[in-house]
């Protein structure tokens, strides 16, 4: 096999590539979101706890669970992937950013990464493994 066969098979493998980045971001996300409202698999450290359904945290942990189940799903992706790169960016600047403004030192790694791959999937969609992707094959 040749340098630009190979190449040009791992370029094909692109859009399938971004069904797994979507798939396993979601799941790491939907397991926040079930951390902060149901305690699962743990609790908020450092007691184990939850919050509270109606404060902004809880908000954002059932943001976190229903849109994180519908971007592992794949289904309306671009509009819960956008609205999630804000949810992220408002966590990032609000939550972690007075503390420091390196990502590292204030803990914001994750809000900061999710806030880009959530961008970035809004505009790609969700790839070919994905039901939206399966609803626009059946329309044609």
Not at 49 to 58: F, K, R
């Amino acid at each position: 096999m040749t340098q630009s066969t190979i190449i040009t098979k791992w370029q094909a493998s692109a859009p399938y590539l971004l069904s797994v980045l979507r798939i396993t971001s979601a799941c790491m996300f939907m397991l926040a979101g079930m951390m902060k409202i149901f305690g699962f698999p743990t609790g908020i450290p450092p007691h184990g706890g939850t919050v509270e359904l109606l404060s902004q945290i809880g908000i954002g942990g059932i943001l976190e669970v229903f849109c994180g189940a519908m971007l592992l799903l794949g289904l309306c992706t671009r509009p819960f992937a956008f609205l999630m790169a804000g949810q992220m960016a408002v966590a990032y600047w609000q939550f972690h950013a007075p503390k420091s403004p390196l990502p590292t030192i204030n803990g914001g790694v994750t809000a900061a990464l999710y806030c880009f791959i959530w961008l970035y999937i809004s505009a790609a969609g969700g790839g070919p493994w994905s039901i939206d992707a399966l609803r626009q094959n059946k329309k044609v």
